[in-house]
């Protein structure tokens, strides 16, 4: 069984900056896909899309709205992700949810909240 447990979400003003971890446990493949993803979930039928994403290597992709802002990485050693937001907005604001894919099967966390206001 994974399990993710992500922390550091909480409410911010515009301009600021946050950093949200995500550790993985339980049985995990060194060859693997880490991810942050988000869902506002005040806007109805908003889904949940891509923030940022890192494989095993080091190698990253990002949403559109979040390139140049954010930063994702990675300590393999420690099955753990690191997304740094900075020059937040307030559309930045939802619940932040991280992502493993591993094997074929997607696992994800409990969600945390980022809330961007003044």
């Known amino acids: 069984q994974v399990q993710l447990m992500e922390s550091g979400g909480g409410l911010v003003q515009p301009g600021g900056s946050l950093r949200l971890s995500c550790a993985a446990s339980?049985?995990?493949?060194?060859?693997?896909?880490m991810g942050w993803y988000r869902q506002d979930t005040e806007a109805p039928g908003n889904k949940r899309e891509l923030v940022a994403a890192i494989t095993e290597g080091g190698s990253t992709a990002y949403g559109d709205s979040v390139k140049g802002r954010f930063i994702v990485s990675r300590d393999n050693a420690k099955n753990t992700i690191y997304l740094q937001m900075n020059s937040l907005k307030p559309e930045d604001t939802a619940v932040y949810y991280c992502?493993?894919?591993?094997?074929?099967?997607?696992?994800w966390g409990q969600g945390t909240q980022v809330t961007v206001s003044s």
């Open positions: 992502n493993l894919e591993d094997r074929g099967s997607n696992y």
């Open positions: 339980g049985s995990i493949f060194s060859i693997n896909v």
